[in-house]
Nanobody
Framework: QLVESGGGLVQPGGSLRLSCAAS????????MSWYRQAPRKERELVAY????????SYADSVKGRFTISRDNPKSTVFLQMNSLKPEDTAVYYC???????WGQGIQVTVSS
């Protein structure tokens, strides 16, 4: 099971930190990803982190603004989002790649 938290409404230029708490599987054996889906758009990959946290990658649209990290002893993956823009508005999902498991999603709205 994956449970996201930390979403909400923020003004442009603001920051949010998403968390995704995992249970029911061995978290440290799975790479993790964050995806997002805006209204009337396809779900897109935002960030990826390998099981040990060594390999990290980002979508071009968020590079330099978002940071993915993980805490394996706490079975949690994070997405720090800075300098948020209105186009970052979407439902954000965490995904356990090796177990093909999705979180329920959490809304992030960037608006003045």
């Amino acid at each position: 099971q994956l449970v996201e938290s930390g979403g909400g409404l923020v003004q442009p230029g603001g920051s949010l930190r998403l968390s995704c708490a995992a249970s029911g599987f061995t978290f440290s054996t799975s790479s993790m990803s964050w995806y997002r889906q805006a209204p009337r758009k396809e779900r897109e990959l935002v960030a990826y982190i390998s099981d040990g946290g060594v390999i990290i990658s980002y979508a071009d649209s968020v590079k330099g603004r978002f940071t993915i990290s993980r805490d394996n002893p706490k079975s949690t993956v994070f997405l720090q989002m800075n300098s948020l823009k209105p186009e970052d508005t979407a439902v954000y999902y965490c995904y356990a790649n090796q177990f093909r498991s999705w979180g329920q999603g959490i809304q992030v709205t960037v608006s003045s």
